[in-house]
């Protein structure tokens, strides 16, 4: 596990083949078999991926698509994946999630913030974040509702 200061966090090329790697733990491809696209359905979500960590608007995306990808995709289409594929993103997010359950860890830590919204209704987020070797963090688990015994009961027990 890397820590948050150490460069190749932010390596792209890593967090594309990290994205490969949990893509074929999901058979993502099987799912998009019978769908005709220009290109891989794999590609367009790879795409989406760089314009979230980077935290890219649409007509950037298609800029990082052409430059660590090799293939320009326009943002159109870039925008109508996120709109009719978001539960793609869900699903990865998910399987992530299951990878970092299974880590060792050496103790587990749950906080919550509590804020309001426009119409000053209270909402509390709530967040598992376990801790390896003193220094890596990682969250395993977060909810927003309002008691924490509904939070407790959704935490993974995998791992150390």
Not at 37 to 63: I, Q, T
Request: charged share 25%.
């Amino acid at each position: 596990m890397l820590c948050r200061w150490d460069v190749e966090a932010y390596d792209i090329g890593f967090l594309l083949a990290s994205l490969d790697y949990v893509l074929d733990l999901m058979g993502f491809d099987s799912r998009f078999d019978k769908c005709r696209f220009g290109r891989p359905a794999r590609l367009y979500l790879k795409a989406l991926v760089l314009e979230g960590v980077c935290k890219a608007s649409l007509r950037y995306a298609e800029s990082l698509s052409k430059t660590h990808l090799g293939v320009r995709i326009p943002k159109s289409i870039l925008h109508y994946w996120e709109i009719r594929h978001g539960d793609v993103v869900v699903e990865v997010l998910k399987a992530l999630s299951r990878l970092l359950t299974q880590m060792d860890y050496d103790y587990s830590v749950v906080d919550s913030t509590k804020f309001t919204d426009w119409l000053k209704n209270l909402h509390e987020l709530f967040i598992d974040v376990r801790v390896r070797g003193g220094e890596t963090l990682f969250p395993v688990h977060a909810q927003l509702t309002s008691s924490e015994v509904e939070f407790v009961k959704g935490i993974p027990e995998d791992g150390g």
